[in-house]
């Protein structure tokens, strides 16, 4: 085999490979995404899952939507969803918040990653949660609002504060408008 010939060759083994590791990169396994929300220590970094790439959204949904799955591998599912804010991001995340007969913790974490994703404007989506039947999600309400630093959230807060009759609740808001 001549140098040119060598040479060649090895360019189009680089070019396989830097294709191969791109595809894994654009488009990560399931079973990837799967250990990496099933870890003891707690979910992956945003570092992680940026490093997986935007093609990961639709394996965290995947992964959601089978309910064989433990309980805190389908909560870790929604909340890295945060990690690649987007308008499909913002759907999954209300359905997940609204869908009829879902997991209070579920709602909570949906309710936290929408404003982990999308800050300021998710205040709109937010809001409605503060009167949800459920104390968790109206906690967890309460602390992704205190997040978002607004006036219009601020107001709101101190607004539930006087209508709140649950002692955590009222605990949660308390601690938000007072900082």
Partial sequence: MSTRTFLASLGVIASLS??????????????????LLSGFEGGASHETWAALGAETLPVLIDVYNTTSEPPFVRIRAVSAVANFPSEATRTFLRTVATQQGQSELLIREAVSSMARAFGESAEQDLLPFLTHASTTVRVGAV?????????????????????????????????????
């Fill in 143 to 179: 602390r992704a609002i205190a997040t978002l630093h607004t006036e219009n959230a601020t107001r709101a807060l101190q607004a539930r504060l006087s209508l709140e009759r649950d002692a955590q609740v009222r605990d949660a808001l308390t601690r938000a408008t007072s900082r």
């Fill in 18 to 35: 830097l294709l191969t590791t791109t595809a894994l990169a654009t488009s990560p396994s399931r079973q990837r995404v799967r250990e």
